[in-house]
C-alpha cells in the first residue's frame, strides 16, 4: 500500500514539475523589419523606430528583409551605428541586393544571410548623377567600413575595397574594380553565413522552435510624417507657403490663404524635425526672413537690405531643414543632397510666385473673391464725385512735404495737400507733379 502511495506522489510531483515548466518557457518574440527602398531620412527614423518596438515587446532578435540600391551615407551611418549599439542579435537577409549604403548596414548586422542570386558590395559613394564623390567622401566611407567590419570579425581590409577601386585585395581584388560578391563569394570570404530561401530558415538556423514573428509595421502618423519627408512634396509645400502668404497680403482679414500657409509651414517642418533634420536654429532662420520681409513690403520704403536678408534667410532655412548637416559644417554631406534640396527649395518659390502671376488675376474673378470685395464703382459719370479741392492743381508742380509710401502730403506754393502715388515711393523734399485729381487726394508722380 505504501509502495503503491510513493508511487503516485512520484508521479505527481513529475506532473507538476513538467507543467510549471512547460508556464514557464518563454516564446521567442522576432521582430522583422524591411528595408527594400533608399536609405535616407524616411527610411532612417523607419529603422529607428522598429528597433524601439523590438525593445518595448522584448524581441530575442531582430531580422533584416534587405532589397536596396543604396542611399544617404550619412543616414546609413545612423542605421549602422545604431544596429552595432542594439542589445540582442540583429540579423539580415539580402534577398537581391544589399549595394552602397546597403552594405554598410548589413555588414553591422551580426550575421549576413543571402537567397540564391542576391549580391553585397559597390559601396563607392556617388554624386546625384552617378559619378564618383570627392576623396573626402569615400575615404570617410572606407573608415566606416573598415571600423564595422572590425567589430563584427570581418575582413576590413574588404570592407574597404568595396567603397575604393584603387585597392587590392590578394585572391579577393584587382586595382580598377570595386569588390561586389555574389552569394557564394560572401561565404568564402566571410561576408555571408549561409544560402538561405527565407526567414524561416534563418530562425531554424538558431535551433529556435517556439517563437512568435512580429513585422514591424508603421502606425498611420508614421506614415504620413515620411510622407511629407518626400522631396517633391516638400516642394509643393513650399509653394503654398509663398502662394498663401501672397494672397493673404493681397486681401486681408480672408483668412484662408494664410491658413493655408501656417498649415503648409506645419507640415513642411514639423515631419522634417521629428526626424532630426530641422533644427531649432533653422526654424528661427525662416521666421527671421519672413519677419525681415514683412518689414520690408509694411515698413521699411523701397527692397533693401531687410528685403534681401529675408529672401536668403527664407530660402536657406527651408533648403537647411532637408539637409543632414552639423550646424554649418556640411563636409559629410554629398553635393547632390545640397543640391537637391536647395533646386526643391527655389522650384517650389518660383512655383508660388508663378501662382502669384497667373492665378492672381484667376482668383480675382472668383465668386469666392466677389463675395468678399467691393465690386461696385462711384463713376463720376453716375454723378458720384469726392474732389474737395477749391481749384485744379492737375498738371502743377510741388514737393514732397513728407515721405510717399505711397499716401502722404506735399506742398504747392503754400498749400500742404493730401497726396499718393501710383505705389512707388518718394522720399521727403523731392519734386513731384500732379497727374490725377480723381478722389480725395491728389495723384503724383515723382518729376
Not at 512547460?22 to 528595408?35: A, F, R, Y
Not at 464703382?377 to 481749384?391: I, P
Request: charged residues 20%; aromatic residues 10%; negative net charge.
Amino acid at each position: 500500500m505504501y509502495r503503491n502511495l510513493n508511487y503516485y506522489l512520484a508521479i505527481l510531483i513529475l506532473f507538476i514539475s513538467f507543467q510549471g515548466f512547460s508556464q514557464n518557457k518563454k516564446t521567442d518574440t522576432i521582430l522583422v523589419m524591411e528595408i527594400r527602398d533608399v536609405i535616407d531620412p524616411r527610411m532612417n527614423r523607419y529603422v529607428d523606430l522598429a528597433l524601439k518596438e523590438a525593445r518595448a515587446l522584448e524581441a530575442s532578435m531582430v531580422i533584416i528583409d534587405m532589397d536596396t540600391p543604396g542611399g544617404a551615407l550619412n543616414d546609413a551611418d545612423d542605421i549602422s551605428t545604431a544596429i552595432l549599439e542594439f542589445e540582442k542579435p540583429v540579423y539580415v537577409f539580402v534577398n537581391k541586393d544589399a549595394a552602397s549604403a546597403g552594405a554598410l548596414i548589413s555588414i553591422a548586422c551580426d550575421s549576413i544571410y543571402m537567397s540564391t542570386g542576391a549580391r553585397i558590395g559597390a559601396a563607392t559613394v556617388v554624386t546625384q548623377d552617378g559619378t564618383a564623390a570627392p576623396d573626402k567622401y569615400q575615404s570617410y566611407m572606407r573608415s566606416i567600413m573598415r571600423s564595422t567590419a572590425e567589430a563584427n570579425g570581418r575582413d576590413p581590409k574588404i570592407a574597404e575595397a568595396m567603397v575604393d577601386e584603387k585597392l587590392e585585395v590578394p585572391g579577393v581584388s584587382e586595382k580598377g574594380e570595386v569588390i561586389t560578391f555574389s552569394t557564394s563569394e560572401a561565404i568564402e570570404h566571410g561576408f555571408c553565413e549561409a544560402q538561405v530561401n527565407g526567414i524561416e530558415e534563418i530562425i531554424a538556423r538558431q535551433n529556435i522552435t517556439d517563437y512568435q514573428l512580429i513585422k514591424y509595421q508603421q502606425s498611420a502618423s508614421e506614415k504620413v510624417i515620411a510622407f511629407f519627408l518626400n522631396p517633391f512634396i516638400s516642394g509643393i509645400l513650399i509653394l503654398i507657403i509663398v502662394g498663401g502668404i501672397y494672397f493673404e497680403l493681397q486681401t486681408p482679414g480672408v483668412g484662408f490663404p494664410i491658413l493655408a500657409a501656417v498649415i503648409a509651414g506645419i507640415l513642411y517642418l514639423v515631419p522634417y524635425y521629428l526626424n532630426g533634420l530641422a533644427e531649432n536654429w533653422e526654424i528661427i532662420l525662416f521666421i527671421v526672413g519672413l519677419v525681415l520681409i514683412a518689414l520690408e513690403v509694411f515698413v521699411i520704403p523701397g527692397f533693401g537690405v531687410a528685403g534681401i536678408a529675408g529672401l536668403i534667410l527664407t530660402i536657406g532655412s527651408l533648403s537647411l531643414v532637408m539637409i543632414n548637416n552639423d550646424v554649418l559644417d556640411f563636409s559629410l554631406v554629398p553635393m547632390g543632397d545640397i543640391a537637391k534640396a536647395f533646386t526643391t527649395t527655389i522650384i517650389g518659390l518660383l512655383g508660388g510666385i508663378l501662382i502669384m502671376i497667373f492665378g492672381g488675376v484667376r482668383f480675382a474673378n472668383t465668386k469666392l473673391f466677389k463675395r468678399i470685395a467691393l465690386q461696385d464703382e462711384q463713376k463720376t459719370s453716375d454723378g458720384y464725385t469726392a474732389n474737395f479741392n477749391t481749384r485744379s492743381y492737375l498738371g502743377e508742380q510741388g514737393v514732397a512735404y513728407t515721405v510717399l509710401r505711397p499716401s502722404g502730403k506735399i506742398q504747392i506754393n503754400d498749400e500742404i495737400l493730401d497726396a499718393y502715388t501710383r505705389g512707388e515711393f518718394v522720399e521727403e523734399g523731392a519734386s513731384v507733379k500732379v497727374i490725377s485729381e480723381a478722389g480725395t487726394s491728389l495723384k503724383v508722380k515723382k518729376v
